[in-house]
């Protein structure tokens, strides 16, 4: 039976001066957004020899008028102005050389109609036997998909056809574990990280090959800091594009209170946090406590408006997971309360559930997705905090398209045993475009059997639904 079609409402395509270019294309024509090193990008002549900068496509037409005659006075201090825009735009980078980009394109790269069209669902894969995907599941620029093992080993696959086969197992080193994965969108890195343990492998190849570097982790205003599965069970890191910080590298992570004890009686001290590195991963700051107590295994997105959405699993309290927000980039969380909609694992249980949340890079619009469980089967634990697994099933992705404000779309992936979970996004222009990938423990030998993946696009996710009204989650929420 063939789907719905999908009916876009809102969400315009917006295209931000280029740095560097004269700015005669204004933003309000609504064209594709594409960075200025995308290959789409043209330097259109006309007349007298004015330079323009503009994208190929529909709004190529509305650039110039061949036939326009522009004096040649006017057209030297054209050419003048740009180029000494691309001489302003040079001295402003930082020097690391040829391999530096905007850490802000890729959060706007996407179109959103790369993620619509026919529905597309690769079924379940797996990767590994045992629990493991703890270090996430991201992609490199190139558009190759990569997805970490720990706990399990210190082992990555690698998809280099948007998640349809998987190449074979590739060794960072027999000792990375506990890390997250995360792509320095700066210099276009794929680094597998934990300050914790004082390192990180940094891959310029996709993930192919890897070199550790030693790092330095500062504690928080406690004198605290992420010790025991500091960094491991987290949704991917990310680099931040929007707003003052942008080119910051940060994670998600968690610090098991002042004795670094998972044990039972030491939970409720437990506090989520963050790492934000300004050095491209040498030096990480934690920052200052997620607002809960008891909480543990989070994830961050930043929202086009520059403020941070922080989701994170608790261990002590029965209800759904908590939420908080930076306005700084990830030093200060704020305004923390309860989902109203978003699951912290099987309903009913206090012991919460790794989940994954990711944004899509769509410009003008800040859509969301969240993986968990979805079920009632949830059982609270004899003594508070303690771990109970009962109901880790039916893992579920929900999308919401208004920042995080509501959750109006969701559907089950896999009715089968399923624990801890996070998600990836594709790159537009690579194999991965328009493709989102979740990987998730599970199958069915367990829900700690073996470590799964599938690949599907937001139109499988609708189900034949019209898409939702879209925009930002701009005074909604975090204020």
């Known amino acids: 039976m063939s789907a719905k079609p999908v009916r876009r409402i809102g969400c315009g395509t917006r295209r931000p001066a280029h740095r560097g270019g004269i700015g005669l294309l204004p933003s309000s024509w609504g064209a594709p957004l594409h960075p200025p090193n ?9 007349g007298s020899g004015a330079v323009v900068d503009t994208p190929t496509g529909a709004c190529q037409n509305r650039v110039v008028n061949p036939d326009l005659k522009i004096p040649a006075s006017i057209a030297l201090l054209l050419v003048v102005a740009q180029l000494v825009g691309q001489g302003r735009a040079q001295s402003d980078s930082p020097p690391t050389g040829d391999r530096v980009a905007d850490p802000g394109a890729y959060a706007v790269a996407a179109r959103l109609d790369e993620f619509l069209g026919p529905p597309l669902f690769v079924p379940r894969q797996e990767l590994w036997k045992g629990r493991g995907g703890w270090g996430g599941i991201l992609t490199a620029r190139d558009g190759t998909v990569i997805a970490f093992r720990s706990p399990g080993g210190g082992q990555c ?14 060794e960072i080193a027999p000792d990375a574990l506990g890390g997250n994965g995360l792509v320095d969108e700066t210099k276009g890195d794929v680094l597998y990280i934990n300050p914790p343990a004082g390192w990180l492998f940094r891959s310029r190849d ?6 550790r570097e030693t790092v330095q ?32 590298l940060i994670t998600p992570a968690r610090i098991m209170g002042p004795r670094d004890s998972n044990a039972v009686e030491w939970r409720s001290y437990h506090y989520s946090t963050a790492l934000y590195s300004d050095d491209g991963g040498a030096t990480w700051q934690t920052s200052k ?18 403020r941070l959405l922080y989701n994170s699993r608790e261990h002590m309290s029965r209800g759904n997971r908590f939420l908080a927000w ?12 309860r ?24 410009p003008g619009c800040d859509i969301l997705l969240y993986s968990n469980v979805d079920n009632d089967a949830g059982v609270m634990p004899a003594v508070a905090g303690d771990s109970v697994v009962a109901g880790r099933e039916k893992i579920t992705v929900w999308a919401s398209f208004d920042g995080g404000h509501t959750w109006p779309v969701k559907r089950l992936v896999y009715d089968g045993p399923a624990a801890y979970s996070s998600l990836g996004v594709g790159r537009s222009g690579t194999p991965s475009q328009g493709r989102i990938f979740l990987l998730f423990e599970g199958g069915p030998d367990g829900s700690h059997a073996a470590v799964q993946v599938v690949t599907f696009n937001l139109s499988w ?17 975090g204020r």
Not at 223 to 248: D, K, Y
């Open 326 to 337: 930076s306005h700084d980039g990830g030093e200060l969380w704020i305004n923390a309360g």
């Open 206 to 211: 996709a993930g192919l090959t890897w070199t």
């Open 461 to 477: 996710l609708l189900n034949g639904r019209d898409l939702p009204p879209l925009g930002r989650a701009e005074n909604r929420g």
């Open 217 to 248: 982790l500062r504690p928080d205003g406690f004198g605290l800091a992420p010790r025991t599965e500091g960094v491991a069970a987290m949704q991917c890191g990310l680099t931040l594009a929007f707003g003052q910080h942008r080119g910051r």
């Open 289 to 306: 406590p997620f607002p809960v107590l008891g909480t543990g295994e989070g994830a961050l997105v930043e929202l086009s408006d520059g």
């Open 157 to 170: 696959r690698r998809s280099r056809d948007g998640g349809q086969t998987w190449d074979a197992d590739i």
């Open 339 to 362: 989902s109203p909609e978003l699951p912290d694992g099987a309903r009913g249980t206090s012991y919460g559930l790794m989940g994954g949340m990711i944004r899509l890079p769509v």
């Open 38 to 46: 995308d290959p789409e990008y043209v330097l259109a002549t006309r």
